[in-house]
Every structure is written in C-alpha cells, then in structure tokens.
C-alpha cells in the first residue's frame, strides 16, 4: 500500500498542509526544527493511534488550536481509501474511514506502516516496557484486533491494582470482587500472551535475514520471552533450557489459562502486601541475544542499532507476507544521520523493493547516493516541492 495524500489542519505546526507522495522512494528534507518529523508522525499515526515521541496526543495539536485534523488517501491492492482523523483537546477523538464515521481503532485496520526512529535503540538498550510496546505495536499491526485485547487487558490491569491497593495491609472483603478481575485478566492476558508468543516464533527468521542483510555477517540473533506467569510458577528455568519459541507458541489457551491462575495464586499474598499485579503480560519482557550473548549490556553500540533495525526489518517482512493489502509503508525518521554509510546503504537496499518509502532527513549527505527520490522541502511548517 501507499500513501497517495496526506492533509493536515493545525497539526503540530502544521497550520495547513497538503502532501503528494509516490510510489516508490520520497525523501523530506529541510533543516532541525522545520517539520519533517511532524509529518512522518501523522503517517504514522493512522497506524498506531499514537505517536512514537509522546504519551498523550495533546502535543499533536497545534498551539493555540482546539483540534487536529488528518486526512489520508491510501492507495491499497487496487482501491482507495479515505480516511480522517481529529485529535480533540477537549473531547474524545474522531475518524472517518470514506467519510463515514467510525471508532478511531477502525483506522488502523485500513493502514499499516513501519516506522524507524531514533528512539528504536530504546526497544534494544532501554527498559522492558519499550520492548513490550514494539510487540504490542507488532501485534496490533498484524491483527488489527488485537488492540481491543490490549486495551481491555489495561484497563482490567489498572482497576485489579487499585482494589490491591485499597485493600493493602490486611485479609478483606476484595477477594471475591478480585475473583472476577482475575478471569479478566487471565481471559485477556493468555490473548496477549498466545499472540506474542506467535509473533516471537515468526519473527525470529526475517529477524536474521534483516540482520544479515545489514552486516553481512551471522551473528546469529535470537530472540525469547520472559514471562511472569512461568517465572512466577519456577518452571522458567527448566521451560527456558527445553521449550522452544515453537514448542511455547503451540501451548493450548486452556493450559496457558490454566497456568496464568496457577501463578496468580503463588503470587497472591505478595500481590495483597505490595498492591501490584505482579503476573501478566504487562510484567512481562523480550530477550534479545547476539553471538549467544545478552544484548542489553554485551552489544556495541553498531550492534545494538543494528538489532533494533533487522527487528523492523523483520516486522515489515512479516506484514508484507500476511497482509492482503499489500505492503506496510516504510517510514525512515531520521535514522540515516546515526548510520555509516556502508550500513545507510544496506538498510535503504533492504528496504527498496517495498512499495512506498518515506524517508526524512536534515541534510542531503546523510541518504544513500543513487537512489531517485521524489523530494518534499519543508520550511517552518511549510512544504515545497522540489524537482528530482
Ligand atoms: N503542538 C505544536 N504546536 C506548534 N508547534 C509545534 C507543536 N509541536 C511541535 N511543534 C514545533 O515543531 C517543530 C519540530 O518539528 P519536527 O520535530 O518535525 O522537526 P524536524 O524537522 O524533524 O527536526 P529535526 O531534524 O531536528 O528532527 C519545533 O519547532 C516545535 O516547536
């Protein structure tokens, strides 16, 4: 698929815009400051729901403004589709998908994108939670779904540890209103957690392709979960040493179930002390390894970029495989300025026979040499075409 028009209204600073894209490479350049991520992050944004640089879509409104406003003609597998969003300050927000309106979630069903960012060496060498939200961002792209598990799966999170908190220090009466929070999120976390697994198993070989392609050279990268549910239950270490992603991605949701509420009880007078649900999916963490190592702590500083760029590379791969629109729109934020050239050249080779890439940059040299762009210049908020 591709972006065909993108239309903006008091987005960031972004007062109006209009943008054609086509097929193929477009390169946006201009100098820091002037824009190029405000427009790469409204793509971005109609497949995630939310933007890779804040929490909260408050700052996505231009200062002074009420709302937000983005259109997009999506060319995909031989039709066209319009849709809209409006990020409200002040109410819940509002999408069209063909100008009939929808719940927000409905757009990203209609769009997929990979989005390469700076920040992506956060997913390699940051905290768990930045792990766990390139899977969920995964899951979500390759079943449109799966964001109503992950939202509900929140929620019930967030509502089970404020009835521990409340009920912190001593036996009350919570235990059977906890009872119904448990099946909740034993129901929604084992989706989660069945869904992950999945992904792992599947990713794990366009993971070393991607790598591969980047370095030219096998370093073997791997990847695993860490679960609470099995390390609250000690079976993690014998799991850990004998199951494979494959042998993990085939446990039935029953038994899964029956585990998630097997760790819940060996963890429930420690949950009650501390006011924490210390099982699920939201405690849980992807383990990457290099050369039979740890990555986090063991990896160079090239490797690590390199991990976190055959991750998306990975990922892209996968939703070009399944997906029957076509293939994800490929984003580059940015990333060309923190490569070498030999590296800037493989990635942009890895990813040049995808349908549409849209790369950002502040200055001409950071992009690989003999590529023909369509090229976009963006000035304070304003966009001029350039010839090629
Ligand atoms: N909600 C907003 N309202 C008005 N202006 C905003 C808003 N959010 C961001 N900006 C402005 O947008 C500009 C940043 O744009 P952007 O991040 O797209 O820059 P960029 O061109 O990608 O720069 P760099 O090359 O440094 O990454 C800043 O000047 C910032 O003040």
Do not use: C
Not at 223 to 236: F, K, N, P
Not at 247 to 262: G, H, M, W
Not at 350 to 376: H, K, L, M, N, Y
């Amino acid at each position: 698929m591709r972006v065909a028009h993108l239309s903006l209204v008091d987005f960031r600073n972004y007062r109006t815009a209009e943008l054609e894209l086509a097929s193929g490479p477009n390169l946006i350049l201009g100098r820091n400051g002037q824009g190029k991520t405000n427009l790469v992050e409204a793509i971005g944004y109609f497949a995630t729901l939310r933007s890779h640089r804040v929490t909260g879509d408050a700052p996505l409104i231009r200062a002074g403004a009420d709302a937000a406003i983005a259109r997009m003609r999506v060319a995909a597998a031989e039709r066209d589709v319009m849709l809209e969003l409006q990020v409200n300050r002040d109410r819940p927000n509002r999408a069209q998908v063909n100008r009939n309106a929808v719940r927000p979630r409905e757009v990203t069903r209609w769009f997929s994108a990979v989005a390469f960012v700076p920040e992506d060496l956060g997913i390699v060498r940051g905290e768990p939670a930045g792990r766990r939200r390139f899977l969920d961002d995964a899951l979500v792209a390759r079943h449109p779904v799966a964001a109503g598990a992950l939202a509900d799966y929140d929620r019930v999170v967030r509502q089970r540890t404020s009835l521990l908190k409340s009920s912190r220090g001593g036996p009350s009466a919570v235990e059977a209103t906890l009872g119904i929070w448990d099946e909740q999120l034993v129901e929604y976390g084992t989706q989660i957690m069945i869904a992950r697994r999945e992904l792992v198993r599947d990713l794990t070989a366009p993971l070393r392709e991607g790598y591969r392609r980047l370095v030219s050279e096998d370093h073997a990268p791997e990847l695993a979960l860490q679960e609470s549910v099995l390390t609250a239950l000690a079976v993690t270490d014998v799991s850990r040493e004998t199951a494979s992603m494959d042998e993990l991605a085939s446990v039935s949701r029953e038994t899964l179930a029956e585990q998630f509420r097997d760790a819940l009880a060996a963890v429930r007078s420690r949950e009650m002390e501390r006011g924490v649900t210390l099982v699920g999916p939201h405690r849980d963490d992807l383990l990457l390894g290099l050369n039979q190592l740890p990555v986090k702590g063991y990896a160079s500083h090239g490797e690590s970029w390199s991990f976190a760029l055959s991750l998306k590379i990975g990922l892209a791969s996968i939703l070009r495989d399944e997906s029957p629109a076509g293939d994800p729109v490929i984003i580059l934020d940015d990333v060309f300025a923190e490569l070498d050239a030999r590296r800037r050249e493989s990635l942009m080779d890895a990813v040049s026979d995808f349908e549409q890439v849209i790369v950002t940059a502040a200055v001409e040299e950071d992009v690989p040499p003999g590529v023909s762009w369509r090229r976009v210049r963006v000035e304070a908020g304003r966009l001029l075409e350039e010839a090629a």
